[in-house]
C-alpha cells in the first residue's frame, strides 16, 4: 500500500467508524474471521495475535500499594486493529498498533500512548517466549504466569513485576463471550491472579508498590452491534480471595446488555448470562465536560453480592485519541475489596 494512503487511514479511518458502536466495533466485519462457539485454546499460541481478526488487546491492570498505605492504579494495554485481515510482510503489512498507559493517584491521573504500524518491528506479539512491545514499552517473560512490565510517559513511568498465583479463566461459555442480543461475540478470557510489585516513577519522586494485577486477553471481528454505544466493566477483586467480572454493553435506545463470571479463589469459574449482574450508577463526575458515573451498586444476587463502587480518583480520564475513563475502586458492602472500572462512549 502507498505510504501516503496508509498514513491518511491510519489518522482518519478510526474517526470515520465511531458512529457505529465504540470506536467503530460494531461495524460491518467483512472478510475477517469471527469468533464462533465452543473454542478451544492453544496455549502458549493463544498469548499471540491473531491477525485474520480485526481488533485484539492485551490489556493489564493493577491495584498497588505504597509504603504508607497511599492506593495507586496502573494501566497497560496494546492495542492491534487491522485494516485487511491476515498479516504481509513490510509496509505491506495491514496491521495498526496503539497502546495506553496510565498511573492513577487519589489526586493525579497520569496518562500517555503510543502508535505504529505492523510489519517493520516497531510493535508486536510474541507467543513464546511472550514479549508484547511498542517502541520500548513492554510486557515479557518465559511464560505467561512471570513477567515484567515496563512504560514511560513524559510526566510518569514504572516498571513492574508479575507472577501469577492461580490458573487463566475463561469467561462466557468456555472463553465464547456473547456482547449483543444479536450474537455479536468475542473469544475472552484472564489472567486475573497476578501478584505486581516494583516502581512508579512519578513527579513527586520514585514510589515502591505492592498489589494484584488482572490481564484481559480478547480478539473479535465485530464484538458490538451497530446499536450499542459503549460499555461498563468491572473487575472486582474481594478480601476472601473470589473475584468478579461483569460488563453491561448500553444501547442507543436505553437497554443494556450484561455477561459476568464468578470466580472462586482456586480459579474454578461459574458464568453467568445477561441481567444476572446489575450494575447502576450512584454518583456521577463532571470529567472532561461529561457526566461520568463514578460510584456504582453492583449486584449479582446468586452470589449474594450488593457492593457500593467507588472511584479511588473520580477524574481517571483518559483523555487520549480513543478517550475513555479507566481507573481504580474501592469495593464495601456484602464484600469488600478493590478492583477496575472501565466507561467507554460517555
Known amino acids: 500500500m502507498n505510504v501516503k494512503i496508509y498514513f491518511i487511514l491510519f489518522i482518519f479511518w478510526p474517526l470515520s467508524l465511531m458512529a457505529q458502536g465504540f470506536f467503530g466495533l460494531g461495524s460491518d466485519a467483512e472478510g475477517f474471521t469471527t469468533p464462533q462457539p465452543n473454542p478451544v485454546f492453544n496455549f502458549p499460541t493463544d498469548h499471540g495475535a491473531h491477525p485474520d481478526y480485526r481488533v485484539e488487546w492485551w490489556y493489564l491492570t493493577a491495584n498497588l500499594t505504597g509504603p504508607n498505605g497511599t492506593s495507586y492504579g496502573l494501566q497497560w494495554t496494546l492495542f492491534r486493529t487491522a485494516l485487511a485481515p491476515g498479516e504481509k510482510q513490510g509496509w505491506d503489512s495491514p496491521q495498526v498498533w496503539f497502546a495506553h498507559a496510565a498511573v492513577t493517584t487519589p489526586n493525579h491521573h497520569f496518562t500517555t500512548e503510543r502508535f505504529a504500524r505492523g510489519g517493520i518491528g516497531q510493535a508486536g506479539v510474541r507467543a513464546d517466549p511472550f514479549k508484547a512491545w511498542i517502541d520500548e514499552w513492554a510486557l515479557r517473560g518465559e511464560n505467561f504466569g512471570n513477567m515484567t512490565l515496563t512504560a514511560r510517559g513524559p510526566d510518569f513511568g514504572y516498571d513492574m513485576a508479575l507472577l501469577a498465583k492461580g490458573p487463566i479463566v475463561l469467561h462466557g461459555d ?173
Request: zero cysteines.
Open 174 to 346: 468456555k472463553g465464547y463471550s456473547v456482547k449483543s442480543f444479536q450474537g455479536q461475540a468475542s473469544y475472552y478470557y484472564s489472567q486475573p491472579f497476578f501478584k505486581i510489585e516494583g516502581t512508579l516513577n512519578l513527579p513527586s519522586g520514585d514510589i515502591r508498590v505492592t498489589g494484584d494485577a488482572w490481564l484481559d486477553r480478547e480478539w473479535s471481528s465485530q464484538p458490538l452491534s451497530a446499536l450499542q454505544s459503549g460499555w461498563d466493566w468491572f473487575s472486582l477483586s474481594f478480601k476472601d480471595g473470589s473475584k468478579l467480572m461483569g460488563f453491561q454493553l448500553r444501547h442507543t435506545d436505553g437497554s443494556k446488555y450484561g455477561s459476568s463470571t464468578w470466580i472462586d479463589p482456586d480459579g474454578s469459574t461459574t458464568s453467568y448470562g445477561n441481567k444476572a449482574f446489575i450494575a447502576n450508577p450512584l454518583t456521577t463526575t463532571v470529567v472532561a465536560d461529561r457526566a461520568i458515573p463514578t460510584r456504582w451498586l453492583v449486584t449479582l444476587n446468586d452470589r449474594a453480592v450488593n457492593v457500593t463502587v467507588t472511584a479511588v480518583n473520580p477524574r481517571s480520564w483518559m483523555g487520549l485519541s480513543v478517550p475513555y475513563w479507566e481507573g481504580p475502586v474501592d469495593i464495601s458492602g456484602s464484600h469488600t475489596g478493590k478492583g477496575y472500572l472501565e466507561m467507554t462512549g460517555y
